[in-house]
């Protein structure tokens, strides 16, 4: 009488991690992570940022165009506004704010950074809310072309697709897989 040891049932999508990893394989996983999230970052950054630089062309007519100094104005405004809001897209720091209980992490923190870094985000949601609401006394004004409220309204919706495209990316957090790495010695 032969006996049949039966072998359990392994899905295949499970064969693509081992159960434990040592360090080395840790540390390997987590930087192709990263590396992986830094790439997608950079892609979503180049793409949301043709959206105020596009829109900022917008207001070249009429800031040369425009018989009225306060729809040139305006334009200057709007203009500085969706520059503003491109620069805090590519060039201020997208960091997650850490809890003060957290344990600190392994690697290295992000340096102070300057005045202008630290608050121009505010500064350029005052500006464009100042914009959005010029919209309104240009509603029915004579001298500007009829859709120029609407253009006025640019810099805030711009503003607010870049910060929530900000938030997104931040939500994955790669750090906090360093202060999950168990210590498992290989074989």
């Known amino acids: 009488m032969a006996t049949r ?5 392994h899905n295949s999508d499970d064969d693509t ?9 840790q540390e390997k996983l ?6 992986e999230n830094d790439d997608r970052n950079e892609e979503y950054k180049r793409l949301f940022l043709a959206l105020p630089s596009v829109s900022a062309m917008a207001y070249i007519p009429a800031l040369i165009a425009s018989r009225l100094v306060q729809a040139r104005l305006v334009s200057l405004l709007c203009m500085t506004s969706l520059i503003a809001t491109a620069y805090i897209l590519a060039f201020v720091p ?4 850490k809890p003060p209980n957290r344990v600190k992490s392994k690697r290295k923190s992000v ?8 608050y121009i985000s505010y500064l350029n949601g005052a500006l464009s809310l100042l914009s959005a609401l010029n919209s309104i006394t ?4 004579r001298g500007v072309h009829d859709g120029f409220w609407l253009l006025c309204l640019l810099p ?4 607010t697709v870049i910060m929530l495209a900000r938030e997104l990316m931040l939500s994955v957090d790669v ?4 202060d999950l790495k168990y210590e498992y010695k290989g074989a």
């Open 138 to 141: 240009f509603r029915d004004k």
């Open 156 to 159: 805030v919706v711009s503003f």
């Open 94 to 97: 997208n960091v997650r704010p």
């Open 5 to 9: 040891l039966r072998k359990t049932f």
């Open 17 to 25: 991690l081992p159960e434990h990893l040592d360090e080395e394989e």
């Open 30 to 35: 987590i930087a192709k992570l990263r590396a």
């Open 175 to 178: 750090d906090e897989l360093e």
């Open 111 to 118: 340096p102070e950074s300057g005045p202008v870094r630290q």
